[in-house]
Nanobody, 123 residues
């Protein structure tokens, strides 16, 4: 079964840095898009950063210049380097992927979510 697993969250002071990682495992034929979302208490889940199906990157305005998304295609991994963290960055961060799963040679398009990793920015 294809699965996404995030890691790297934790408690950090304002101005600090964290690096999140996400790995996709299982029988994956291809990954068409992959990125990070977050959800803060009382707010809707929002896109943070992503690689589009065309290979371009997309960032929400509030993280531009502070966060950087990167990937290792050979390992089916995506990373989010978060610098200059602010209290308003506090949220559960979720990895998201649009991929094609190879199930006994039958290809199936899927959207997957990771379990989430908590990032808390507090003095």
């Amino acid at each position: 079964q294809v699965r996404l697993v995030e890691s790297g969250g934790g408690l950090v002071q304002p101005g600090g840095s964290l690096r999140l990682s996400c790995v996709a495992s299982g029988s994956i034929f291809s990954i068409n898009a992959m990125g990070w979302y977050r959800q803060a208490p009382g707010k809707q889940r929002e896109l943070v950063a992503a690689f589009t199906s065309g290979g371009s990157t997309n960032y929400t305005d509030s993280v531009k210049g502070r966060f950087t998304i990167s990937r290792d295609n050979a390992k089916n991994k995506v990373y989010l380097q978060m610098n200059s963290l602010k209290p308003e960055d506090t949220a559960v961060y979720y990895c998201n992927a649009h991929l094609v799963e190879d199930r006994r040679s039958f290809l199936t398009a899927r959207e997957l979510w990771g379990q989430g990793t908590l990032v808390t920015v507090s003095p």
